[in-house]
C-alpha cells in the first residue's frame, strides 16, 4: 500500500472518531445536528471540554512532578538531621587527639625511665604505678569515646592509604611489600567514618 494511502486512511479514521464524539455529545446534550446554532454550540462546548482536559492533566502532571520534590525535601532534610546528630561531636572529638598523644608519650617516658632504673628500686615502683595508672585511663578514655563513633587508627602493617594516612617518609624494607605501614609515628582517629586526622606514617619502599 502507497504512504498517501496510508495517510487518507489515518485521516478518514481520525474524521471518524471526531465525527462519532460529536455525534455522541449531540445525543448527550440533545441537540439537532441539522441545526447550525446547534452544531456551533455544540462544536464550541466540545472544544471546551478538550481544552478542560488537557488543563486538568497538566495540572496533574504539575502535582505528580510537586509531590516528587516534596519527597526528595523530606529526604534531604532527615539525611542533614540525622547527619547533624551524627556528627556533632566532631569538634570535640577533634580536640582529644592531643590529648591521647600525651598519654601515650608519657607511658613512653615512664616505660623508659622504669626500663633504666629498673622495678625493684625505690625508684622503679613510683614510676612503675604511675605508668600503669596512666595507661589505665588511657584504655578508659579510648573506650568511653568509641561508644559515640570514634575509632582510633592504628594501621601498623596494613596497606598504605591516602584517604586515612599521611606518608611522612618512604624507606626500603627488605621482606615487606611495597607501600606498607613500618611505622606508625602518630596515630590517627575518625568519627563515624569521617576522618578526624590522618595516621602519620612511615611506609615501605621497594630496594633500589
Known sequence: MSKHKEMNIHDKREDEQSSSSFAELADVLDV???????VTSAENLLKEINEANLKAQ?????????????ENLRKRAERDIANAHRYALEKFVAELPPILDSMEQGMEA??????????????????SAMREGIEMTYKMLLKAIEKFGVVQLNPLDQVYDPHQHEAMAAVPAPNVAPNTV????????????????????IVSKAED
Do not use: C
Open 58 to 70: 497538566e495540572n496533574w502532571d504539575k502535582f505528580m512532578r510537586t509531590q516528587a520534590e516534596m
Open 182 to 201: 613500618i611505622q606508625v609515628i602518630q596515630k590517627g582517629y575518625s568519627l563515624h567514618g569521617r576522618l578526624i586526622r590522618p595516621a602519620r606514617v
Open 32 to 38: 439537532d445536528l441539522k441545526s447550525g446554532a446547534d
Open 110 to 127: 615512664a616505660a623508659a625511665t622504669e626500663s633504666g632504673e629498673g622495678t625493684e628500686g625505690a625508684a622503679g615502683a613510683p614510676i
